[in-house]
């Protein structure tokens, strides 16, 4: 079964969602979906997310899920908006509390702030089979990016959120807490293990050197090409490569808004008692 796929690419955050079709029934799924927020202003949107939805309407299409592949760190989800507009249940991997746990402490969350995933309409383990029409979507744990990144497997396709780019960018880096790369490096390595043809739909693309903007590869390519991690790579390669590199790199420019909300299965924190809702900035973490 090859399911069709529709990507709808968020230049701002070089994010790429997907629709996912049922190729025999009007069943889809939605992957890693992008709240519009302007950091300058505060302000969120809604025109990314109302795209999606006009394409789904347009094509008579029923959402079953709406799916994350982790906890973003450099987007808000439209989750909870594209719920209430479409439908569907919102799902992530079932290690999210570890995440919730950690970065509710760093943004020092109130009580009431529950680290046991309930924000979410349903956790997903590992060989999990959920349905969408006639579409058996596998889960596979791929940790080492963040501790609760899944792999979404429908037919030939493989959902890799940012467990992996496109092989001319390599892969996710390791240093968010509870990263680890050599646990990414059997993360991918198991999902460079499905057949050659499997097609990689990857998190987000960054067009090194100019070129246009790509999100679909094949676990061959990965295999043969990519630069941080083929078939002619060891381990300790990796994880000396990821662990240098890592330490170069600046925090994404919207982590602080994001995982805050993001933990939250992507709803903003409840409006004071002014009616207002606030984002926390903790000072001298990242």
């Known amino acids: 079964m090859n399911p069709e796929v529709i990507t709808f690419f968020h230049v701002p955050t070089s994010t790429a969602t997907y629709l996912v079709k ?101 956790l997903l383990g590992e060989g999990q089979t959920i349905q969408a029409g006639g579409m058996a979507i596998t889960i596979l744990n791929t940790p080492g990016h963040t501790p609760a990144c899944v792999t979404y497997l429908v037919g030939d396709a493989a959902f890799v959120g940012d467990t992996l780019f496109m092989p001319d960018f390599g892969t996710a880096r390791t240093d968010f807490p509870g990263g680890d790369a050599s646990t990414l490096y059997k993360s991918i390595k198991r999902i460079l293990s499905l057949p050659d043809e499997t097609r990689v739909f990857i998190g987000h693309d960054y067009a090194p050197g100019g070129r246009d903007y790509a999100w679909e590869s094949t676990v061959k390519e990965h295999n043969q090409i990519n630069i941080h991690i083929n078939n002619d790579i060891t381990e300790d390669e990796f994880v000396k490569m990821r662990t240098d590199k890592d330490a170069t790199l600046d925090m994404p420019v919207l982590i602080l808004p994001s995982i805050q909300v993001n933990i939250r299965a992507g709803q903003l924190p409840k409006p004071e008692d002014n009616g207002v809702a606030y984002l926390k900035i903790p000072m001298n973490q990242f």
């Open 22 to 122: 049922d190729p025999d029934s009007n069943h889809a799924v939605i992957i890693d979906s992008v709240l519009d927020y302007y950091q300058e202003s505060g302000r969120t949107g809604t025109k990314t997310a109302d795209n999606i939805i006009t394409h789904i309407r347009d094509n008579g299409l029923t959402v079953d899920w709406i799916l994350e592949t982790h906890i973003h760190a450099d987007h808000l989800s439209a989750a909870p908006y594209l719920q209430e507009s479409l439908g569907g249940k919102i799902a992530i991997g079932n290690q999210v509390p570890v995440v919730q746990d950690v970065f509710s402490k760093i943004y020092n969350l109130d009580v009431d702030f529950l680290t046991d995933g309930s924000g979410f309409s349903e």
